[in-house]
């Protein structure tokens, strides 16, 4: 039977056309609400260089194998286009079109189709059709050079910040806010240009208008919220470790002085002319003590002081363990699906999808008979199918 859980979205009906990074992200968020996401894969794989039992952004999906260069491959894809609800691609602008499987032969296909499009320049603009990673994208958009020391270089947040948070999130808000409409009377497919540099862009309005009020400093290290202010940053423990305070407002902020031993020894934080004085005490204090003793001291407090953990360590982190903010599937622990719903939870409904596994079950369950249709042996990709996030 087809994969459709019991989320949000079940019966929803995706076509992911493989590709890596914020594409595959977007469609497995889709896959932990409920849908039925069937991943396209080409002969030769995608290039991400891990073994696709691993790729933990194929969880919950369901795997084809099309060659999308032989006769064969456009007209497979359209035939699960047209009993789709959405279809995500994340190839260079113009690619798709000339593989044969753009948004009009699919919309062509079915009217009602949302059709996803995963870029990080978008599908114009004078670098439309250059190449690129989460760092440049973030660094046109502002975002980057908020980062990092005053007097050091900005310093990339992996490739969280664009890939995810500007580009996989915002292709899913637009995909949601487009079947949406697909789905009211009088309604119709349409196209989601989802760029990186426009949801990575759109991350910084709050600090832009800030930045229009006067309220923030267009440098690194200056302002409230950037590592500036003394009570808003990390510091190192007696071990190696760190601890975050993030205490702005001013009752927490009197909280964390009194846990933190240094009530009524520095200087007032409202005069900004002692703010390297304020952060020389407070890191001084910190290397007193190691992170577990630090985190013991803060632990249920209104300070706003949390110990900086590893990937590896954060799961087992109590707050975390009791929410079950992480999950064990097929013994291995990852991030449970977010949000969630009182109704109609999300799940893990199954391991990372491996390249044409699901073929045969696909065909049948979306009444694709061509999907059997023998693809070519495997090959290596060339790369011209690949997006500019890659």
Aim: charged fraction near 20%; glycine fraction near 14%.
């Amino acid at each position: 039977m087809a994969q459709t859980g019991n989320g949000p979205l079940s019966g929803v009906r995706v076509v992911e056309l493989a590709g890596i990074g914020p594409g595959p992200f977007a469609a497995m968020h889709l896959a932990d609400l409920g849908a039925d996401v069937v991943r396209v894969d080409r002969p030769g794989g995608s290039g991400i260089g891990i073994d696709p039992a691993h790729d933990l952004t194929n969880r919950g999906k369901r795997s084809v194998l099309v060659d999308l260069k032989a006769p064969e491959g456009p007209g497979q894809v359209l035939d699960l286009a047209g009993r789709a609800d959405v279809l995500i691609e994340g190839y260079r602008p113009g690619v798709a079109e000339r593989l044969g499987v753009g948004p009009e032969e699919c919309l062509a296909r079915n009217p009602r189709l949302v059709y996803g499009r995963m870029t990080g320049w978008g599908q114009d603009g004078p670098l439309a059709d250059t190449a690129g990673h989460d760092i440049g994208y973030i660094a046109l958009t502002g975002a980057l050079g908020m980062t990092g020391t005053a007097d050091g270089p900005p310093i990339a947040p992996a490739n969280l910040l664009g890939d995810y948070a500007g580009g996989s999130l915002y292709l899913v808000i637009g995909i949601l806010a487009a079947l949406q409409h697909a789905r009211t009377e009088g309604g119709a497919g349409q196209v989601v240009d989802a760029a990186i540099v426009d949801g990575t862009a759109h991350l910084t309005t709050m600090i832009r208008g800030m930045l229009e009020a006067g309220a923030w400093q267009d440098r690194r290290a200056a302002n409230l919220l950037d590592g500036g202010a003394p009570f808003y940053g990390t510091y190192e423990t007696a071990d190696g470790g760190h601890m975050a305070v993030g205490a702005l407002e001013q009752r927490f902020y009197a909280e964390f002085l009194r846990l933190l031993g240094l009530a009524d020894e520095v200087p007032a934080r409202e005069d900004f002319a002692q703010w390297g004085a304020l952060r020389t005490a407070i890191a001084d204090r910190f290397r007193t003590r190691t992170r577990e003793e630090w985190t013991a001291v803060f632990d249920g407090s209104d300070a706003c002081v949390a110990p900086v953990l590893s990937l590896r360590e954060a799961p087992e982190h109590p707050h975390l363990a009791a929410r079950g903010t992480f999950v064990e599937h097929a013994d291995v622990t990852q991030p449970a699906p977010a949000p969630r719903f009182s109704r109609t939870p999300g799940s893990v409904r199954g391991g990372p999808a491996l390249p044409g596994a699901d073929t045969e079950a696909v065909a049948r369950d979306w009444d694709v008979p061509a999907l059997t249709t023998t693809a070519r042996p495997d090959r290596p990709g060339d790369g011209t199918e690949e997006g500019p996030q890659r």
